[in-house]
């Protein structure tokens, strides 16, 4: 039986990978992905397939039992339409499972600037639970790499801020995420439930003193206003060209924080069959990791 994952080239999709390999063999195993030549697993079928189009996604699922569908990027195109594609796709395929990728919130974050971008998957949730085909919802916490990226450059100023304030929520590395998510896809035991995949809750002021101490850093935390967050987050060139929304966007995710819409109870030991690491753990296995810029300096 096969299991393939779409929007492979990614991050999440190569650990996701990673994680199905480690449990089966490669002919068991599709990457999907817009452009298959970025998949740098090696040993498994590569098969292209982009969301914008339901005939190469039906096109790519042939033969594929079980599909993670990682959720599509935020961008400047209709990602309700994208999911909805791949979930037609895969019926017409006659994919039997698939497990959506999908994010963390406790409903709190209805008056935040993350709202519609949540909403997307919360829209793709429901398609699927409509669908007819079994499946599974993993809500996926927020990475660690990515803030923990952030605080190692707040070392250069000394100080990190965002708009999360004393607000918790829990941090979980994308290899976390990929064990936890393998294993939902490679077993039945869960299928028809929702799962929170996150560490341990803190505050951002506990994560980066925990930064601090496992990296060698000295940096302190301060809050900011919304509109001082979204001029900081102006100021990195890569937001910058995405637009203004996007700045939005991502300040609307530590206002949830803030008001506690990520704090959320964890089901990954329900999912993955053994406890999350702690969130030192995770970051010393990054501090290790193989080219990883997750280090001080
Ligand atoms: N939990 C968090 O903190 C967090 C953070 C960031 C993102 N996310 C969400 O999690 C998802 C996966 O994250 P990631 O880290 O793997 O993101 P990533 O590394 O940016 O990868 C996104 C993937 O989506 C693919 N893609 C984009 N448009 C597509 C399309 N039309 N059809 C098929 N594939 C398409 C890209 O393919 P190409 O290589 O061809 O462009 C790429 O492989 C993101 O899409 C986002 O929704 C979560």
């Not at 999911?83 to 017409?92: D, K, M």
């Not at 929304?245 to 609307?252: E, F, I, S």
Request: hydrophobic share 40%; aromatic share 6%.
């Amino acid at each position: 039986m096969k299991t393939a994952v779409s929007a492979a080239s990614g991050r999440l999709g190569h650990a996701v990978l990673r994680e199905l390999l480690a449990n089966t063999v490669a002919k068991n195993i599709v990457a999907i992905a817009r452009t298959p030549e970025k998949v740098l697993a090696s040993g498994i079928e590569k098969r292209s397939g982009d969301y914008n189009s339901v005939e190469s996604m039906s096109a790519a699922l042939a033969g594929i039992d079980t599909l993670v569908m990682i959720s599509a990027p935020v961008g400047n195109w209709d990602r309700i339409l994208l999911h909805r594609n791949v979930i037609a796709a895969a019926r017409q395929a006659g994919v039997r499972k698939i497990v959506f990728t999908s994010v963390i919130g406790n409903g709190q974050e209805q008056d935040t600037w993350f709202w519609g971008a949540q909403q997307v998957n919360r829209q793709a949730e429901a398609d699927l639970q409509s669908s007819g085909l079994e499946w599974v919802i993993a809500r996926n916490g927020l990475y660690l790499e990515m803030d923990l990226r952030h605080i190692i450059h707040a070392n250069t100023s000394g100080v990190y801020r965002n708009v999360g304030g004393e607000g918790e929520c829990g941090y979980i590395t994308i290899d976390e995420l990929a064990f936890a998510i393998a294993r939902l896809a490679q077993s039945d035991h869960h299928n028809g439930r929702t799962f929170n995949l996150v560490g341990p809750n803190m505050s951002q002021a506990e994560l980066v003193q925990l930064a601090n101490e496992v990296l060698g850093l000295k940096v302190r935390y301060e809050t900011l206003s919304d509109e001082e967050n979204i001029a900081l987050l102006m100021q990195d060139e890569k937001i910058a060209v995405r637009g203004k929304d996007v700045a939005r966007m991502l300040t609307g995710c530590f206002q949830c924080v803030r008001n506690g819409a990520f704090n959320v109870r964890s089901d990954f030991e329900v999912a993955a069959g053994r406890p999350v690491k702690s969130t030192r753990k995770m970051m010393e296995e990054l501090r290790a990791g193989p080219g990883d810029p997750v280090r001080p300096g």
